[in-house]
């Protein structure tokens, strides 16, 4: 279970300057969690544990030597005590259980000149105790990495109750065999957790550092380095960067120092404002950005339409050249967008350009010119059914005429037609979109529980429980 709260967001290495644009931290309550999940998977664990077979031999006065051997034992109850885990700064996780007891069945035989016994017994194990720290750490790509790094196993008191044989060998069988089982359990428990801790390895390499969020952009989300693990909490750098799939590029930006406060939740992940820029910067360079309108796009209650009757007030030249023809409008970036992260709000301005065209009787199109055009944006970003949805209004647009092939014009009362296009229809589009949502990575396993989204300045933060179902 700790493997997976340490991964939940557990997402090739490579650092985006000192600060990470994905920050997340697990605090105690994680672990208080965890330890009820783990319990149960210990349960399951210990539950199967096997001891090997020992045979051997004892000098007994006044019989002389015997030969024994002790096999088939293994644990068939225990109770498991709430363990204790807590942070061990710069180190890892500390999981400590103690009074623990056990129970454990097995078969016995001895061998005395010529007398030959054996029989089973059962060994009641009294006040086992363990403590582990668990090295948590990270590899060339940005993966954790777990490790035993300190362990202590102790037994307390043995007892043993025989089952079959000659009684008067019983006494001196108790004795061996409550020392070679107290031995086995002390050099056994430890290196079984640590093959245990050493064995989740594969599972980590499997886990993911990228999602691929659809088929042009691509989030990264490696450690730049390891964990920071203090007192009451541990917190993961990550890169968190958007790349365009076809045309990798590095954001030319390092992402701005946050921090994460949030102590009532198990989990807190931040996404930085340079993080979300690089998603602008991915689109625009896989070049999707882009829209064309039609006629046919503008609702019909729109005074304006796309066509050269529409723009006469504007351009008188346009019907005189091109009488009542239809228009379209291929509007795209002119270079990345720019996201700002306020308190509760998300400001986002884009810079475009509009190519405008006549569409001829024989359908092939005409330029009649080109508008740049800067609009700034405003959105409240919410949690929905486990997505990052949201909704996006304009705030305001400003053209000039980058070309033209009908001589130069006004471009300020044009301003309202484009913004009545955005409005209209391209922001239906893209508010559908977020509608739709984002859906937030996760395992099959691990369920998020009433997750809270936050603005800040300069980062966005997600807060929330989780939830594991094996």
Same mark, same amino acid.
């Not at 033209?404 to 979109?433: H, W």
């Given at each position: 279970m700790w493997v997976y709260l340490i991964t939940l967001l557990a997402i090739p290495h490579h650092a985006l300057g000192a600060n990470p644009g994905l920050e997340s931290v697990i605090t105690q309550k994680a672990l208080e969690y965890a330890k009820h999940v783990g319990a149960?998977?210990?349960?399951?664990?210990?539950?199967?544990?096997?001891?090997?077979?020992?045979?051997?031999?004892?000098?007994?006065?006044?019989?002389?030597?015997?030969?024994?051997?002790?096999?088939?034992?293994?644990?068939?109850?225990?109770?498991?005590?709430?363990?204790?885990?807590?942070?061990?700064?710069?180190?890892?996780?500390?999981?400590?259980?103690?009074?623990?007891?056990?129970?454990?069945?097995?078969?016995?035989?001895?061998?005395?000149?010529?007398?030959?016994?054996?029989?089973?017994?059962?060994?009641?194990?009294?006040?086992?105790?363990?403590?582990?720290?668990?090295?948590?750490?990270?590899d060339s790509t940005g993966r954790l990495t777990l490790s035993s790094t300190n362990c202590?196993?102790?037994?307390?008191?043995?007892?043993?109750?025989f089952h079959g044989g000659t009684s008067w060998l019983y006494n001196i069988f108790k004795k061996i065999i409550q020392g070679l089982v107290h031995e086995q359990l002390n050099s056994k428990l430890c290196p079984m957790l640590s093959e245990y801790i050493d064995g989740l390895e594969p599972l980590l390499q499997k886990i993911n550092v990228s999602y691929q969020y659809d088929p042009y952009v691509v989030f990264e989300f490696p450690l730049i380095h390891p964990p920071a693990i203090g007192a009451s909490n541990m917190e993961f750098d990550c890169k968190g960067e958007f790349y365009s799939v076809e045309h990798r590029g590095e954001f030319p930006f390092t992402p701005e120092q946050f921090q994460l406060h949030d102590q009532n939740r198990m989990v807190s992940v931040g996404?930085?404002?340079?993080?979300?820029?690089?998603?602008?910067?991915?689109?625009?360079?896989?070049?999707?950005?882009?829209?064309?309108?039609?006629? &046919?796009?503008?609702?019909?209650?729109?005074?304006?339409? @796309? *066509?050269?009757? +529409?723009?006469?007030?504007?351009?008188? $030249? %346009?019907?005189?050249?091109?009488?009542?023809?239809?228009?379209?409008?291929?509007?795209?970036?002119?270079?990345?967008?720019?996201?700002?992260?306020?308190?509760?709000?998300?400001?986002?301005?884009?810079?475009?350009?509009?190519?405008?065209?006549?569409?001829?009787?024989?359908?092939?199109?005409?330029?009649?010119?080109?508008?740049?055009?800067?609009?700034?944006?405003?959105?409240?970003?919410?949690? &929905?059914?486990?997505?990052?949805?949201?909704?996006?209004? @304009? *705030?305001?647009? +400003?053209?000039?005429?980058?070309?033209? $092939? %009908?001589g130069p014009f006004q471009t300020k009362s044009m301003e309202n037609v484009i913004r009545a296009g955005i409005r209209l229809a391209v922001l239906p589009e893209v508010n559908a979109k977020l509608k739709r949502g984002i859906p937030l990575p996760a395992t099959p396993e691990v369920s998020l529980v009433n997750p809270v989204l936050k603005v800040n300045q300069g980062f966005v933060m997600l807060a929330t429980d989780v939830s594991y179902s094996p």
């Amino acid at each position: 279970m700790w493997v997976y709260l340490i991964t939940l967001l557990a997402i090739p290495h490579h650092a985006l300057g000192a600060n990470p644009g994905l920050e997340s931290v697990i605090t105690q309550k994680a672990l208080e969690y965890a330890k009820h999940v783990g319990a149960s998977l210990a349960q399951e664990k210990l539950g199967g544990l096997t001891i090997p077979d020992m045979t051997g031999s004892i000098s007994i006065s006044p019989f002389g030597k015997v030969d024994y051997s002790v096999s088939g034992m293994h644990v068939v109850n225990f109770n498991l005590p709430e363990p204790v885990v807590g942070f061990a700064e710069e180190a890892g996780i500390k999981i400590g259980i103690s009074g623990m007891n056990v129970a454990i069945n097995g078969n016995w035989r001895d061998h005395y000149q010529l007398i030959r016994d054996s029989g089973s017994f059962d060994l009641a194990v009294y006040e086992l105790a363990v403590s582990v720290l668990v090295g948590v750490g990270s590899d060339s790509t940005g993966r954790l990495t777990l490790s035993s790094t300190n362990c202590d196993a102790s037994v307390g008191d043995l007892e043993v109750t025989f089952h079959g044989g000659t009684s008067w060998l019983y006494n001196i069988f108790k004795k061996i065999i409550q020392g070679l089982v107290h031995e086995q359990l002390n050099s056994k428990l430890c290196p079984m957790l640590s093959e245990y801790i050493d064995g989740l390895e594969p599972l980590l390499q499997k886990i993911n550092v990228s999602y691929q969020y659809d088929p042009y952009v691509v989030f990264e989300f490696p450690l730049i380095h390891p964990p920071a693990i203090g007192a009451s909490n541990m917190e993961f750098d990550c890169k968190g960067e958007f790349y365009s799939v076809e045309h990798r590029g590095e954001f030319p930006f390092t992402p701005e120092q946050f921090q994460l406060h949030d102590q009532n939740r198990m989990v807190s992940v931040g996404l930085s404002q340079s993080s979300a820029n690089s998603a602008g910067f991915a689109y625009h360079s896989a070049g999707v950005l882009r829209i064309r309108l039609t006629d &046919s796009m503008i609702p019909k209650v729109s005074p304006i339409r @796309l *066509n050269t009757t +529409s723009f006469e007030s504007f351009i008188p $030249e %346009l019907p005189k050249r091109y009488p009542g023809m239809l228009m379209l409008v291929d509007l795209f970036t002119s270079q990345q967008p720019l996201i700002t992260f306020q308190p509760d709000n998300v400001t986002a301005q884009a810079f475009g350009a509009a190519k405008v065209y006549v569409i001829l009787p024989n359908a092939t199109l005409a330029p009649v010119f080109v508008l740049d055009i800067c609009a700034s944006f405003s959105a409240k970003l919410f949690m &929905s059914d486990l997505k990052l949805t949201g909704f996006m209004t @304009l *705030n305001n647009v +400003s053209l000039n005429l980058a070309s033209s $092939e %009908l001589g130069p014009f006004q471009t300020k009362s044009m301003e309202n037609v484009i913004r009545a296009g955005i409005r209209l229809a391209v922001l239906p589009e893209v508010n559908a979109k977020l509608k739709r949502g984002i859906p937030l990575p996760a395992t099959p396993e691990v369920s998020l529980v009433n997750p809270v989204l936050k603005v800040n300045q300069g980062f966005v933060m997600l807060a929330t429980d989780v939830s594991y179902s094996p």
